[in-house]
């Protein structure tokens, strides 16, 4: 799942509330592990079902005894400990891989250069042209360089990774005014192990209509 998926079909409050298919909850549940906002987002739906437990269970001092019909399950029933005991403990999980794993990383990548291995994919899909190679160590990020030919029937363009079973890892939206020059992307560590990738570029109109543009192919060595 990627987060504007996981925003726009507001997959966290769905999440809480038990509302997810299964394959959705573990889809957004392995998005947790490298989205910070959304998982800041159920950490303070968690902080707000704490102070609700501490309201909720607060002395009434001056209790009224009127029976009342049973109240129809709300948004609050996922207050109850069989919904909430698994949200706390993906969370504390999430949190703690992001405190001593993903967040050291990544200040680490924000405090210190590094050097990246990278490719050219200029002209790795004219006809003859070489499929390049990367080397790169498991787990670690790289750069590739391409050029995308621009055209005016289209407002943006997506590039989606796809690995070498033909699974697509992730999608990238682009601006149109960026293809004017050669892109360098920082791609994360691909998941799908040592293989044969490809990058496939698509323009958007302002329909929404896609449009290949382009495939660009490379090998990653691990």
Request: proline share 8%; hydrophobic share 45%.
């Amino acid at each position: 799942m990627e987060h504007q998926e996981a925003v726009q079909t507001h997959a966290t409050e769905k999440y809480l509330l038990g509302e997810l298919l299964p394959e959705e909850r573990d889809a957004f549940e392995e998005h947790l592990f490298d989205c910070r906002d959304c998982a800041d987002d159920l950490r303070a739906a968690a902080t707000f079902v704490e102070h609700s437990k501490v309201a909720l269970s607060a002395p009434d001092a001056t209790p009224v005894r009127v029976a009342a019909p049973a109240p129809k399950p709300g948004w609050l029933s996922w207050l109850r400990p069989a919904i909430a005991a698994p949200v706390f403990a993906l969370l504390l999980a999430v949190i703690a891989y992001q405190s001593f794993v993903s967040g050291p990383a990544a200040r680490a990548g924000r405090e210190t250069a590094m050097i990246l291995p990278s490719a050219s994919l200029i002209a790795a899909n004219t006809r003859g042209g070489t499929t390049p190679t990367i080397n790169v160590a498991k787990g670690r990020p790289f750069l590739v360089f391409l050029d995308i030919p621009g055209d005016p029937r289209f407002v943006s363009y997506t590039a989606e990774l796809y690995d070498p079973a033909g699974t697509k890892e992730w999608a990238l939206p682009i601006n149109a005014a960026a293809v004017k020059d050669t892109l360098s992307v920082q791609m994360p560590a691909v998941r799908g192990g040592a293989g044969t990738y490809a990058l496939a570029v698509y323009g958007v109109s302002e329909r929404g209509e896609r449009s290949e543009v382009g495939r660009y192919s490379f090998a990653v060595q691990q």
